[in-house]
């Protein structure tokens, strides 16, 4: 089985810089993606294939991958970033999607 | 616009049974992967299963196999998961979710819909 490991929570104040990070023994080969989750909504993608950015998604949101972690960055933090984010993968045959077990972002 | 919209969630009993659709528009349906994926209360989100453009093509997590189907109709546009023997480690909220065109990750997802399993 392929695991996702993400810290549970962090803090942050308006106009500073996120990072939230994603480690995985697959993650050098297979895609990272990132969802944006806030309660009593629908999860949104806000970055697809390691470091793509969806139309719609604001440029604060950027992702990176090295080796075994993977990395999104909110840069210059806004109230309304605050929600949990995971990351999501696939398993090392790339049959099956595995999801981190979630960030949540406090704007302090 | 594209749209993914669940219903059929409400409260059951242990060992009951609930199906639950999802209705697709704005986008060709029958060109895409789709997804169900679940959060229990205070847990974070787990794939339930997902199945291929023909619907031939199945997976499911090890929880559900054996006690979960899931269909879709193509002439409908319509993404189905048919959930038997339920028991109240499947209360979640159930989100449909289009798989993209890589078959790697989602780019949409619904609002979702809350089962209850309780008696």
């Known amino acids: 089985s392929h695991e996702l490991t993400q810290s549970p929570s962090m803090s942050v104040s308006p106009g500073q810089t996120a990072r939230i990070t994603c480690s995985g023994a697959?993650?050098?080969?297979?895609?990272a993606y990132w969802y944006q989750h806030k309660p009593g909504q629908a999860p949104v993608v806000v970055i697809s294939?390691?470091?793509e950015r969806p139309s719609g998604v604001p440029e604060r949101y950027s992702g990176s991958t090295s080796g075994t972690i993977a990395t999104l960055t909110i840069s210059g933090v806004q109230a309304e970033d605050e929600a949990d984010y995971y990351c999501?993968?696939?398993?090392?045959?790339?049959?099956?999607?595995?999801f981190g077990s979630g960030t949540k972002v406090s704007v302090l | 616009q594209e749209q993914v919209v669940e219903s059929g969630g409400g409260l059951v009993k242990p060992g009951g049974s609930l199906t639950l659709s999802c209705a697709a528009s704005?986008?060709?349906?029958?060109?895409?992967?789709m997804s169900w994926i679940r959060q229990a209360p205070g847990k974070g989100l787990e794939l339930v299963s997902y199945?291929?453009?023909?619907?031939?093509?199945?997976k499911y997590a090890d929880s559900v196999r054996g006690r979960f189907t899931v269909s879709r109709d193509n002439t409908k546009n319509i993404l189905y998961l048919q959930m038997n023997s339920l028991g109240v480690e499947d209360t979640a909220i159930y989100f449909c979710?289009?798989?993209?065109?890589?078959?790697?990750?989602?780019?949409?997802w619904g609002p979702g819909t809350l089962v209850t399993v309780a008696s």
């Open positions: 979710a289009r798989v993209d065109p890589e078959i790697r990750g989602h780019d949409f």
């Open positions: 704005g986008f060709t349906f029958r060109d895409r992967y």
């Open positions: 199945i291929s453009i023909s619907g031939t093509y199945t």
């Open positions: 697959a993650l050098p080969k297979q895609y």
């Open positions: 294939k390691d470091n």
């Open positions: 999501q993968s696939t398993d090392s045959s790339g049959s099956f999607f595995v």
